[in-house]
């Protein structure tokens, strides 16, 4: 059965702000939620000697930004990046790479001009479990 997400529309059109900004490459960050339902958006730089198709957080931006999580008592809701000309389904390496199996995964993809192309996935082991993310 296919996990129903939903997030608020000011957290979705934030991430596309985000992504629309540096268009040639990927960006990326983390996302917490708290017990009220409040999202917060902590990008992060992306270190890839190749981040216009892959992405690699800064390690140290990232540890303060899980710290930054912790302190305010909110919760990792979600890691996300974008795809600058790929749709917004996870490459082998991301499904590799991915450290958090039990977080949340979310992709933008810019490659459909004026159309919102975001979807989310869980990576667990070696397959990839896509989400019913719904944006309202
Ligand atoms: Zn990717």
Redesign the pocket.
């Known amino acids: 059965m296919t996990q129903i997400i939903s997030i608020p529309r000011t957290l979705a059109n934030r991430l596309l702000t985000l992504a629309q900004l540096t268009p040639d490459t990927?960006v990326c960050g983390l996302i917490s939620n708290n017990t009220e339902d409040k999202y917060q958006v902590y990008p992060v730089n992306n270190i890839a000697n190749n981040a216009h198709?892959?992405?690699e957080m800064d390690p140290q931006q990232q540890i303060n930004a899980f710290k930054l999580i912790r302190e305010k008592q909110q919760t990792l809701f979600a890691i996300y990046?974008?795809?600058p000309d790929?749709d917004a389904?996870?490459?082998a390496?991301?499904l590799h790479d991915a450290a958090y199996k039990d977080t949340l995964n979310i992709?933008i993809s810019l490659s459909t001009e004026g159309v919102l192309d975001m979807r989310a996935y869980f990576y667990q082991q070696d397959k990839i479990e896509a989400v019913d993310l719904i944006i309202e």
Do not use: A, L, M, N
């Open positions: 990927e198709s892959i992405f990046h974008s795809h790929s389904t996870p490459s390496k991301d992709i």
